[in-house]
C-alpha cells in the first residue's frame, strides 16, 4: 500500500514529517512517499539509514498555514498538497496524510479528488477519547453553516468510519443538542432531528439528541453537528483540558507535600495522558472526498504523524471510500 | 431590599430552597419572600427559629422541570414563577431568584416584567472561572437562534454586568468564533464580528474573535456567541471536568499508592474545586428584562441558593437594570 504524506505541511516539516514517515516505515507493507521539496526532504533522509520503502516526489510550492486556503489551492498548482492528491488520483497512491493548513487540504481534496456522489459536504471526523472507548464526533470545522441534510450525511458517514476503521458495528448516532426531547434545539437541529428520525427504516441506529455533558459518556458512538459548534466544542476540550491543568499546578505550588502526592500518582496520570493526548490518535480523516484524506495536527511531531499513517492504511485497507459511496443508495435527502 | 425567591422551583424545591433563604436572611439588610405553596414552605420553615426578614406569599400552582414552558406559564397564572415576577413588575420586591425550569422563569420573566427598550433578546450570563478569575459568557441558552444584532446588544448586556456586579472597568469583548480572523466563521459571526468591531467608536472595547480553547486563559472578560453554541459548551465543560474525574479514579484504583497521592493533594483538590464548583456562584442573571432575575441550577442546594440570593442583591444595589436601559442610547443595530 502507498500512502503519500505532505513533507512541508504542519509547524515542525519537514524535520518532525521526514521523522514519522522513518517511523512508519517500519511496517513493511507500506510504501511512503514524500512530497516536498526534494532538497530540504533529502537532506532530512540523509539523518537515517536508506529504507527502500521511502520515496520522494519534489513539489516546487508549499502553502503556509497563514495563507487564505482556497486562493491558494488554486494558484500553486505544485504546492505539495496538491500534488500529493494528484498522485491519488492517478492512482499511484492510496491515500494521503498532511499536518499543514486544514483548509488548504480541504480545498485541495474538494479540487483533486471530488466528493463522493450523493454527498453534498465532506466532513471533518474526530475521535474524543470517552470514559470507555472512543466517541466519533462531525463534522468538526470543515463546514461553518450546515441544512439539515448535511447533518444526515454526516451520520451515515459517520456509521461507516466507525464501523469500518475503528470496528464498532451497529453504532449508534445521535445529534448533539441542547436538550433530549425531539422537538427542543435550534432551527437546524430541530429539522435534523426529524429527517435522522426518518432515517432510522433505512437501518440508521439513531438514538436521538445528546447534550454537551453526555458526548464524553459513551452514550453514543457517533454524534453529529455542524462544523461550527464542533470546531468550537474540540477547541474548548483542548482548552479546558490545558486550563486545569494549571490551575492544579498552581495550587501545587502552594504546599510542596502535594508534589510527593503527583510523584506517586504519575503512573495514572501517564496513563490518563495517554488516553487524552492527541499525539497517540491518527489524526482526522477528511470523508466524503474519493480518497482517503487524513489530517492531522499542525503541531504533529513524529509520533502523531507514524499514528496517522497507520489510522490511513486502516482505512485503505477496509475499504472506507468504497462504505461511504455506498451511502448514495439510501436516497440521502438534498438539503 | 427585597427579593423573591420561587420556593417551588428546582429539584430540592421547597426543603432545599426554604434552607437557602434562611442562609441568606442572616443579612439583615434583605428580606426575603418565599413564594409558593403556604402549606408546606410553612412546614420547612418551621424546621429554623422565627426570622423576621422571611415572608411568604402563597401560590396555587407551580410548574415541573418536565413541562413545557410557555405552555405552562400561559396556562398555570398563579404558578410561584408567575407570582414572584408579579411582586417585582408591583413593586412589592427587587428581584426575583429561581432554580426552576430554565424556560419557564425566562418566558415569566417575558410575560412579567418585559423587555427593556432596545433589546429584542434577553440573554442568560454564566461566568465561568478562568486560569485568573471569570470570565463572563452570553448567550448560554435563552436563544438558539439568533441574528447578527442581537450578539452585538449581548455584547453590551455582559459589559454592563461585568461593569456592574463583577467590577471589571472597560472590559475586554470578544466573539466566539472558529478563527481569530475577522472574515473567519459562519454567517452568524462573520457579519456578527462586522458590526461588533462598528460599536469600537461607541466605546465598546471589541478585542475580535476568540477560539473555544481560549474561553478560559482571559485572553477577554466577556465571551460572546449565540445560545445554541453557549449552552452546548457550558453543557459540555460540565461534563468534561465530570468524565476526567472519573477517568482519574479508574487509574488511581488500580495502584494504591496513587490514593495516598490524592490524600497529600487534598488541599490542592479542595481549592480547585471550590474554584469550579457551581454551587459556589450565584446562578446564572437573565439580562434584558425589567427587573433582576437569577436563574440558579435545577440541582441547586441551599449554599446555591443562597449565594443566588446575594448574587441578586448586588445587581440590585449597583442598578444592573439601569445600565442595560442606557444601552439603547447607542442606537443598536436592530436585526
Redesign the interface.
Known amino acids: 500500500m502507498r500512502i503519500v504524506l505532505d513533507a512541508m505541511g504542519g509547524d515542525y516539516a519537514p524535520v518532525e514529517v521526514v521523522k514519522g514517515a522513518v517511523e512508519a516505515a517500519k511496517d513493511e507493507s507500506l510504501t511512503i512517499i514524500l512530497v516536498g521539496d526534494q532538497a530540504r526532504v533529502g537532506l532530512e533522509l540523509k539523518k537515517y539509514p536508506k529504507k527502500h520503502n521511502i520515496e520522494t516526489v519534489h513539489a516546487s510550492e508549499d502553502i503556509a498555514m497563514s495563507e487564505h486556503p482556497v486562493e491558494a489551492v488554486r494558484v500553486k498548482k505544485d504546492a505539495s498538497i496538491n500534488v500529493c492528491m494528484r498522485l491519488v488520483k492517478e492512482g499511484k497512491a492510496d491515500a494521503v496524510v498532511s499536518a499543514g493548513n486544514t483548509g488548504a487540504v480541504m480545498a485541495a481534496a474538494l479540487f483533486g479528488l471530488g466528493r463522493v456522489k450523493g454527498i453534498e459536504r465532506p466532513a471533518i471526523c474526530s475521535a474524543f477519547p470517552?470514559?470507555k472507548g472512543h466517541v466519533v464526533v462531525l463534522d468538526i470545522?470543515a463546514n461553518?453553516?450546515c441544512r439539515p441534510a448535511h447533518l444526515v450525511q454526516f451520520a451515515y458517514m459517520g456509521k461507516a468510519y466507525i464501523e469500518k476503521v475503528i470496528g464498532v458495528a451497529n453504532p449508534r448516532i445521535a445529534l448533539?443538542n441542547?436538550g433530549e426531547e425531539n422537538e427542543k434545539?435550534?432551527?437546524l437541529?430541530t429539522a435534523a432531528n426529524k429527517l435522522l428520525r426518518g432515517e432510522v427504516i433505512n437501518g440508521l441506529n439513531f438514538i436521538g439528541n445528546i447534550?454537551?455533558?453526555?458526548?464524553?459518556?459513551n452514550e453514543a458512538d457517533v454524534v453529529v453537528?455542524?462544523?461550527?459548534?464542533g470546531?468550537?466544542?474540540?477547541?474548548?476540550?483542548?482548552?479546558?483540558?490545558?486550563?486545569?491543568a494549571?490551575?492544579?499546578r498552581q495550587?501545587?505550588l502552594?504546599?510542596w507535600?502535594?508534589l510527593?502526592?503527583?510523584?506517586?500518582?504519575l503512573?495514572?496520570?501517564r496513563?490518563?495522558k495517554a488516553?487524552?493526548d492527541y499525539t497517540e490518535y491518527g489524526g482526522a480523516p477528511l470523508l466524503g472526498v474519493n480518497g482517503v484524506v487524513i489530517i492531522t495536527h499542525g503541531r504533529a511531531k513524529s509520533k502523531t504523524i507514524k499514528n496517522s499513517i497507520r489510522a490511513a492504511a486502516v482505512a485503505v485497507r477496509q475499504n472506507l471510500i468504497d462504505a461511504i459511496a455506498r451511502i448514495k443508495k439510501v436516497e440521502l435527502p438534498v438539503a
Open positions: 470517552a470514559v470545522g461553518s453553516d448533539l441542547i434545539g435550534n432551527e437541529t447534550e454537551g455533558k453526555d458526548i464524553l459518556e453537528c455542524d462544523g461550527f459548534v470546531n468550537v466544542v474540540l477547541k474548548f476540550a483542548e482548552g479546558l483540558v490545558f486550563s486545569m494549571k490551575l492544579f495550587q501545587f502552594q504546599w507535600p502535594s510527593i502526592g503527583l510523584f506517586l500518582q503512573p495514572a496520570l496513563s490518563v488516553k487524552i
